[in-house]
């Protein structure tokens, strides 16, 4: 039985790219900060992880960067909330 493709089809008689990418130091390092997010929330790893959107260069997979402001702006966010929460300025 054959398994459906993963990710984007490149024409129409559903077949894949064999292009291979590799994941920056930069995409990488998102990951560790979603790992650490899950574990300070106390969240789902996999739901925080599931969250990354990334774009394609030559070779490799960057963070979208419309994905890292909005992740250093809720990170900001729980900073501040756990300032205020804990009564230090």
């Known amino acids: 039985m054959e398994e459906p493709p993963i990710g984007r089809l490149t024409n129409k008689e559903k077949t894949m790219s064999n292009k291979t990418y590799r994941l920056s130091d930069t995409t990488i390092a998102q990951i560790v900060q979603l790992v650490q997010m899950g574990i300070l929330t106390g969240t789902d790893i ?9 774009i394609t260069g030559e070779d490799s997979v960057e963070p979208d960067p419309a994905f890292v402001e909005n992740f250093n702006k809720n990170l900001e966010k729980l900073k501040e909330a756990a ?3 804990s009564g230090q300025t």
Do not use: G, P
């Not at 996999?46 to 990334?54: A, E, G, K, N």
């Open 46 to 54: 996999s739901d925080q992880i599931r969250t990354l959107r990334v």
């Open 83 to 85: 300032i205020n929460e």
